[in-house]
């Protein structure tokens, strides 16, 4: 018998001294009137700067930590998706790792706990950050309910209007939570005196829970696009190596989908890391089209530029979504590690438009009944694609894809999209 334990890693993996070129190091902008590096220090907690910064390829996990991820139900599911293979009819075999299977809906949890961990460790009382539709903020109310801290949620404005239930979670977690653009904060204001409508945007949110962490001497806990966010996602690809060595299974082409890109990272990077697979393909919004139209450039995470700059692919700091775009994946920039391996032509792309998506999410409902989160419906459409593609070569590849979330509290976005296309 396999024990859960045996599954669950021990360290977390970290790509970067694995890198074929050294990672840009964050940085301070040019003649800046303070240092964001320095500011770090009052922005993170202590052990999750040190990791942010970290050379070592593994680093150890808390035993404290382990123990909370066995009990969110770590190690996750690693299906094979075995209806809808048959309903495509190809040779291809497709597997998914289940991160929908934690109490929070995603893998974010996977980070909340060992940066809420450490936060407490630290004697911190209150945490802070930003969400989007709702999934990291959920994990973050959850992880420090886990660790009895305070936590504040600047929810993009267009979200907290749209998504009230994943509102009352946070709040039933414990959670403060705030449409954002808010009056609480010196951005918020300056956005709302410019445009009271402002829809609101990850960075302006972002930028926000930053702001209002240093302003009450809280901590502000980060959700994506940051090296040590990604280590802490190697959990799930450590997890899906495991667990298909135990079925005497070898991937030969993984798929995630991308927003900042932590959950492609940590499904994704312990496979690069060990040579293992041959195809790694980032799936992005054809809406929010970063891949296709973002630059190769030093800019910042937040749209207040209080976190360094880091090198990334973005479309700019200042960009604004869509509003009516009800697929997700709506962050400005990729992560640092992962632009460079895709400007390496290591890991590959595609982008898919919102109707695309949605025609694959109802297949894989169908076919296999879970509903997936619309973030995931985009990787799902690209696994659609190349067993497809191995259908036409006839090819018995193995697809191994991660399916970040579920999409429960995702129902209003899938009644958009069915009212404009059925
Ligand atoms: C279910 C789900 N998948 C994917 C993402 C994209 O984020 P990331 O690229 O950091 O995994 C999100 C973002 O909130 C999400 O909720």
Same mark, same amino acid.
Request: contains cysteine; glycine residues 8%; proline residues 7%.
């Given at each position: 018998m396999v024990r859960a334990e045996d599954i669950l890693p021990k360290y977390w993996y970290n790509i970067i001294p694995d890198l074929p070129k050294p990672l840009p190091p964050p940085r301070d902008p040019q003649g800046a009137d303070f240092s964001r590096i320095d500011l770090l220090r009052s922005i993170l907690p202590k052990e999750v700067l040190r990791q942010q910064f970290?050379? %070592? &390829?593994?680093?150890? $996990?808390?035993?404290?930590?382990?123990? &909370?991820?066995?009990? +969110? /139900?770590?190690?996750?599911?690693?299906?094979?998706?075995? &209806?809808?293979?048959?309903?495509? !009819?190809?040779?291809?075999?497709?597997?998914? !790792?289940? %991160?929908?299977?934690?109490?929070?809906?995603?893998?974010k949890i996977n980070t909340a706990i060992p940066q809420a961990y450490f936060a407490k460790e630290e004697g911190i009382e209150h945490v802070v950050t930003e969400t989007g539709a709702g999934q990291w903020g959920t994990a973050v109310a959850l992880a420090a309910s886990m660790y009895s801290m305070k936590s504040s949620i600047f929810m993009v404005k267009v979200s907290y209007e749209q998504k009230p239930m994943r509102r009352s979670i946070m709040q039933l977690y414990g959670a403060e939570v705030y449409a954002s653009p808010t009056m609480l904060t010196d951005f918020g204001r300056k956005i709302?005196?410019?445009?009271?409508?402002?829809?609101?945007?990850?960075?302006?949110?972002? =930028? %926000?829970?930053? %702001?209002?962490?240093?302003?009450?001497e809280f901590r502000y806990l980060v959700g994506s696009v940051l090296d040590v966010v990604l280590l802490h996602q190697s959990v799930i690809g450590q997890e899906t190596i495991a667990q298909l060595d135990y079925l005497g299974e070898e991937a030969? $082409?993984?798929? /995630?989908?991308?927003?900042?890109? =932590?959950? #492609?990272?940590? #499904?994704?990077?312990?496979? $690069? /890391?060990? !040579? &293992?697979? =041959?195809?790694?393909?980032?799936?992005?919004?054809?809406? +929010?089209?970063?891949? =296709?139209? /973002?630059?190769?450039?030093?800019?910042?995470?937040?749209?207040?530029?209080?976190?360094?700059?880091v090198k990334m692919i973005t479309l700019g700091k200042d960009y604004v979504p869509p509003p009516i775009y009800a697929g997700g994946l709506r962050y400005h920039g990729v992560a640092p590690t992962l632009s460079l391996l895709m400007k390496e032509g290591i890991i590959e792309w595609k982008e898919y438009t919102e109707r695309e998506i949605f025609e694959a999410a109802k297949i894989f409902m169908q076919t296999q009944g879970i509903v997936p989160a619309p973030e995931s419906a985009h990787a799902i459409k690209a696994v659609i694609d190349e067993a497809i593609l191995a259908r036409k070569e006839d090819e018995k590849k193995v697809i191994v894809f991660n399916l970040s979330g579920h999409g429960l509290l995702d129902l209003s976005n899938y009644e958009s999209m069915m009212k404009r296309w059925g």
């Amino acid at each position: 018998m396999v024990r859960a334990e045996d599954i669950l890693p021990k360290y977390w993996y970290n790509i970067i001294p694995d890198l074929p070129k050294p990672l840009p190091p964050p940085r301070d902008p040019q003649g800046a009137d303070f240092s964001r590096i320095d500011l770090l220090r009052s922005i993170l907690p202590k052990e999750v700067l040190r990791q942010q910064f970290t050379i %070592e &390829r593994y680093v150890r $996990i808390p035993e404290e930590v382990r123990d &909370r991820y066995l009990s +969110i /139900g770590r190690p996750t599911p690693l299906f094979r998706a075995k &209806r809808l293979e048959e309903f495509l !009819k190809t040779p291809a075999k497709i597997y998914f !790792k289940f %991160e929908g299977a934690t109490p929070t809906g995603s893998h974010k949890i996977n980070t909340a706990i060992p940066q809420a961990y450490f936060a407490k460790e630290e004697g911190i009382e209150h945490v802070v950050t930003e969400t989007g539709a709702g999934q990291w903020g959920t994990a973050v109310a959850l992880a420090a309910s886990m660790y009895s801290m305070k936590s504040s949620i600047f929810m993009v404005k267009v979200s907290y209007e749209q998504k009230p239930m994943r509102r009352s979670i946070m709040q039933l977690y414990g959670a403060e939570v705030y449409a954002s653009p808010t009056m609480l904060t010196d951005f918020g204001r300056k956005i709302l005196e410019q445009n009271p409508q402002h829809p609101g945007s990850l960075g302006i949110a972002m =930028s %926000e829970a930053i %702001e209002y962490a240093l302003k009450n001497e809280f901590r502000y806990l980060v959700g994506s696009v940051l090296d040590v966010v990604l280590l802490h996602q190697s959990v799930i690809g450590q997890e899906t190596i495991a667990q298909l060595d135990y079925l005497g299974e070898e991937a030969d $082409i993984l798929i /995630g989908c991308v927003g900042g890109g =932590s959950n #492609f990272g940590g #499904f994704v990077y312990p496979f $690069i /890391g060990n !040579k &293992r697979g =041959s195809k790694y393909i980032a799936v992005g919004s054809a809406e +929010i089209p970063k891949f =296709s139209k /973002g630059e190769y450039k030093y800019d910042f995470p937040d749209s207040a530029g209080l976190l360094p700059l880091v090198k990334m692919i973005t479309l700019g700091k200042d960009y604004v979504p869509p509003p009516i775009y009800a697929g997700g994946l709506r962050y400005h920039g990729v992560a640092p590690t992962l632009s460079l391996l895709m400007k390496e032509g290591i890991i590959e792309w595609k982008e898919y438009t919102e109707r695309e998506i949605f025609e694959a999410a109802k297949i894989f409902m169908q076919t296999q009944g879970i509903v997936p989160a619309p973030e995931s419906a985009h990787a799902i459409k690209a696994v659609i694609d190349e067993a497809i593609l191995a259908r036409k070569e006839d090819e018995k590849k193995v697809i191994v894809f991660n399916l970040s979330g579920h999409g429960l509290l995702d129902l209003s976005n899938y009644e958009s999209m069915m009212k404009r296309w059925g």
